[in-house]
């Protein structure tokens, strides 16, 4: 079993920064991605952006891209997603989840592990 925790939410104006963070336990796989995605009231889940553990290729969704940007600690295990030029549409709850396997996926039903999510509310 995998066990992800996801930190960082919170209140913030349009414009502020956060970034979240996802520590990863348990078991280990010899390859994975993880990635971020978010769900607003009412809508479904989205993705954000992803990372290849191996390699640390980056994948974002267009809505983000040049705002946001996933980096990883080997060390820790741990993923951020640092996240600039907040805007109220970005009001979400954001989901880690990692996909064990070589291969990249921006599905959310590729994952096989999801934390259980961070409040990222943004003001006008």
């Known amino acids: 079993q995998v066990q992800l925790v996801e930190s960082g939410g919170g209140l913030v104006q349009g414009g502020d920064s956060l970034r979240l963070s996802c520590a990863a336990s348990?078991?280990?796989?010899?390859?994975?991605?993880v990635g971020w995605f978010r769900q607003a009231p009412g809508k479904g889940r989205e993705f954000v952006a992803l990372?290849?553990?191996?390699?640390?290729?980056?994948h974002y969704a267009d809505s983000v891209k040049d705002r946001f940007t996933i980096s990883k600690d080997n060390a820790e295990k741990t993923v951020y997603l640092q996240m600039n030029s907040l805007k109220p549409e970005d009001t979400a709850v954001y989901y880690c989840?990692?996909?064990?396997?070589?291969?990249?996926?921006?599905?959310?039903?590729?994952?096989?592990?999801w934390g259980q999510g961070t409040q990222v509310t943004v003001s006008s």
């Open positions: 989840a990692l996909r064990y396997g070589p291969r990249i996926s921006a599905q959310a039903n590729a994952y096989n592990y």
């Open positions: 348990g078991r280990t796989f010899s390859s994975y991605s």
């Open positions: 990372i290849n553990w191996s390699d640390g290729n980056t």
